[in-house]
């Protein structure tokens, strides 16, 4: 079906890194942190793995089975594999949805990785010296509520995205990922250093590591279940499109428990990065993107050295987002390639100018169109809560079913490299464990 010999990851190595690259985001550099040291500490961790282990692990794989079987895009793929085992066609569903949420989430995604780049360039100008809590706010406040900012920060991210991509997997993905998880690696180690200066190091580690038992409960338990779940990058076609382009040689099971632990060693990072600063300088610990772009650049405008050091957290996060972005642009460009007669650089711009147009209204619900409410919600909150909230789940949800009931159980088994009990529970898991935890997440979701 495609014109060229489907491409192929020329490693196992860039493989990895392209998907650690794409799991590692905002996630795990506020969300994660963050949630440890509010929900129990060591005790929050040991749940989380728990989850990781029964929920994302499986279905990484099976996202990842049927992208290197199918080795064409998710859309393809799905339909394909069900035709070939005779199931219901209706089973493209899941590949239609993982590659629409991929598409809606990069358009308000890029909103934000455009604040990332903002923010990187005011450090190095110098936009948060000096300045006290309320002039920290009015930057923010500021860059919120001007359209033209906004657009043009959005559209600069969007450029890059757009031009990793266009590249294709060898020399777009795989140089970029070469380049900036190593680079992200070590401003994070860079910055953990920082934070044993600091002098709070230990207060940092005490609040991530002290286990609470007690904090523990089922809405935790269900935070911990939804956090494995977006933390790699599930239930958006992602991890289809990258397994599409994998060969019979690489080991999943193995490369997924890299991919994990990557991902969540980066997570713990973050925390013993950013929590020292937090407490050094009397911060509020409070939720969402108000730490990363008021608390923490009024700490970096007023203290030592902080002009570098802001460089580097912004930049860090400007490279987290861009590695997250070129993922979620992926399997629309895949998409569009292999069904259409465009050519790479065409697909990618086609794809990337229709999330850039939407990614506009998106950033107009923050001035001009803020009023503007679709069920109670503004475009950007809109496109948020239908993805995260609908989308990814029913897309994980099918994707882990389908590998787990419909492709044949000897072949995966042989696949996974599994025989014998350890091939039980891998059936156990996949079939009962992840679906219903998916189920109940996205129950909980919806009526929270
Ligand atoms: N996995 C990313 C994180 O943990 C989030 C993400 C979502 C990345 C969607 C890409 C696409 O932050
Ligand atoms: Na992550």
């Not at 019979?248 to 099971?253: G, T, Y």
């Not at 909230?389 to 419909?406: D, E, M, R, S, Y």
Request: with cysteine; net charge negative.
């Amino acid at each position: 079906m495609s014109k060229l010999a489907h491409a192929q990851w020329s490693s196992k190595m860039t493989f990895v890194l392209a998907a650690a690259g794409s799991a590692v985001g905002l996630g795990n550099i506020w969300k994660f942190p963050y949630m440890v040291g509010e929900s129990g500490g060591a005790a929050f961790v040991l749940v989380y793995l728990v989850c990781i282990g029964l929920i994302g692990l499986p279905i990484l794989i099976a996202e990842w089975l049927i992208g290197r079987r199918g080795q064409e895009n998710p859309i393809n793929a799905m339909a394909d594999l069900a035709k070939r085992g005779g199931h219901f066609p209706a089973w493209v569903a899941v590949g239609i949805s993982g590659v629409l949420g991929g598409f809606l989430i990069l358009s308000f995604y890029s909103v934000i990785g455009g604040w990332s780049l903002y923010y990187t360039l005011g450090s190095v100008t110098g936009n948060f010296s000096g300045k006290d809590a309320d002039g920290i706010g009015a930057v923010f406040t500021g860059m919120l509520g001007s359209p033209g900012l906004l657009l043009l920060w959005h559209t600069a991210f969007m450029v890059l995205v757009i031009g990793i991509v266009a590249r294709g997997v060898t020399n777009g993905l795989e140089g970029a990922v070469r380049t900036l998880m190593p680079a992200l690696v070590i401003l994070m180690l860079v910055l953990v250093g920082y934070g044993i200066t600091t002098g709070h190091f230990g207060e940092a580690l005490a609040f991530m590591f002290s286990p609470d038992w007690g904090a523990v409960n089922g809405e935790v338990v269900l935070a911990a279940m939804g956090q494995a779940f977006f933390t790699l990058s599930l239930g958006m076609g992602i991890m289809m499109a990258y397994g599409s382009y994998l060969g019979e040689d690489v080991n999943l099971l193995s490369t997924a428990r890299t991919v994990i632990l990557l991902d969540t060693v980066i997570a713990v990072l973050a925390g013993l990065a950013i929590f020292p600063i937090v407490f050094a300088n009397g911060l509020d610990l409070d939720s969402g993107p108000g730490l990363i772009f008021v608390t923490l650049p009024l700490a970096f405008g007023n203290m030592a050295g902080g002009t570098i050091l802001g460089l580097m957290f912004f930049l860090l996060l400007t490279f987290a987002a861009l590695t997250s972005a070129i993922s979620l642009l992926e399997p629309a460009v895949e998409f569009m390639e292999e069904r259409t007669s465009l050519s790479r650089v065409a697909a990618t711009a086609t794809c990337g100018i229709g999330v850039w147009l939407l990614g506009i209204l998106a950033l107009l619900s923050f001035n001009l169109l803020g009023d503007f409410l679709i069920l109670g919600f503004n475009i950007f909150d809109l496109l948020d809560n239908l993805t995260s909230k609908i989308l990814l789940p029913l897309t994980g949800l099918g994707a882990v079913v389908f590998a787990a009931w419909c492709l044949d159980r000897q072949g995966v088994a042989q696949e996974l490299r599994l025989s014998g009990g350890a091939e039980s529970l891998w059936v156990v898991v996949a079939r009962y464990i992840a679906p219903l935890g998916v189920i109940a997440v996205f129950v909980n979701s919806l009526v929270g």
